[in-house]
């Protein structure tokens, strides 16, 4: 009895010594919760799980009075597990707030994970932020197959038994046949909505003479249009002669034309004349020179003559020879 006592006695004011150390703890951790942000170790329900299973991880935290938190991002989830639900309870202190995040994860895979470190974000007024990290987890994933089960092979493909089906053949003839036919088709169509050949084109005489025709409907030299005029009666006129005679007049340029018509097989008149045309016409059309009004008057007359005085000569009908029949003697 004696030395139990004694031993009471000196191990008293150790005790005491203790008490003092955690009373001062505590008091210091309540002065740095009252100042900074303190996030405390994760909690989860159970430490092992199998694919498909849920757990819930709680993460508390203690903020400052006012204080804003910006929590991780769960739409990719944490890691390897998938967050199918989470929410936050705040408990509202005089010298400081208490938050617990809940998270509830899901895994789907075999291999063992771990809950990574998540992030949370601590916004004390306008300028000061502070990450808090949290501890990651292991967690341990247990298996639903029974090691006795590993040998287990999956079934062989279903044999058939007789000649192999010749499905596949109808089906290709079908589909080949289907496509013919369609081309067929296609051909056809095509064909009969072909537009008709267009029509042979008129003689050389008749085209120059309609085409005359029609610039004179026009009545150009009533309304004082005296370059159009000359511009298409210039233009039916080289149409003629390229026509007539087998020749680029068309592209000629008017020394060009000249010059054709100097080797031309003309008479010496059509020559003239044609000279005659091209040179006055020529500052009508690019100079925009006017002549005098017999000049105007001349060039449709100059341009008519000449091609009624090179009008092929109309070729005459071969008469066909009627056949005998028969040997042609009379009976």
Request: charged share 20%.
């Amino acid at each position: 009895m004696v030395q139990q006592q004694i031993t009471t006695q000196v191990y008293r004011p150790h005790r005491l010594s203790h008490v003092l150390v955690h009373v001062r703890a505590a008091i210091l951790c309540a002065a740095c919760a009252a100042a900074a942000a303190i996030i405390y170790p994760p909690r989860v329900s159970q430490d092992s799980l199998c694919v498909g299973d849920e757990i819930t991880l709680t993460i508390p935290l203690v903020l400052p009075p006012g204080a804003q938190v910006i929590s991780p991002e769960t739409e990719h989830g944490f890691g390897r597990f998938e967050v199918r639900n989470w929410s936050v309870d705040t408990l509202h202190r005089g010298s400081s707030d208490s938050l617990a995040y809940t998270y509830v994860l899901s895994l789907y895979t075999t291999e063992q994970c771990t809950i990574p470190s998540l992030a949370f974000v601590h916004v004390q007024g306008d300028s000061t932020f502070d990450t808090l990290l949290s501890q990651p987890v292991a967690m341990r994933v247990i298996s639903l197959v029974a090691s006795d089960t590993a040998d287990i092979r999956d079934l062989k493909p279903q044999q058939t038994a007789g000649k192999p089906p010749l499905w596949w053949l109808w089906t290709l003839g079908a589909v080949v046949a289907a496509a013919a036919a369609a081309w067929l088709g296609r051909f056809l169509w095509i064909r009969s909505r072909r537009e008709p050949p267009p029509p042979p084109p008129k003689p050389p005489y008749d085209e120059a003479i309609e085409g005359m025709g029609r610039l004179e409907a026009k009545q150009y030299l009533m309304k004082a249009m005296v370059r159009e005029y000359v511009f298409e009666l210039s233009d039916i006129l080289k149409r003629y002669i390229e026509r007539r005679f087998n020749t680029n007049a068309s592209e000629y340029t008017t020394e060009e034309m000249l010059y054709w018509v100097e080797s031309a097989p003309l008479d010496s008149s059509l020559r003239r004349s044609l000279e005659w045309f091209f040179t006055s016409s020529d500052p009508v059309k690019f100079a925009k020179h006017v002549p005098e009004r017999e000049t105007i008057m001349r060039f449709g007359p100059e341009a008519r003559s000449f091609v009624e005085n090179t009008r092929p000569s109309p070729q005459p009908a071969v008469a066909e020879t009627p056949k005998n029949e028969g040997d042609g003697s009379a009976v």
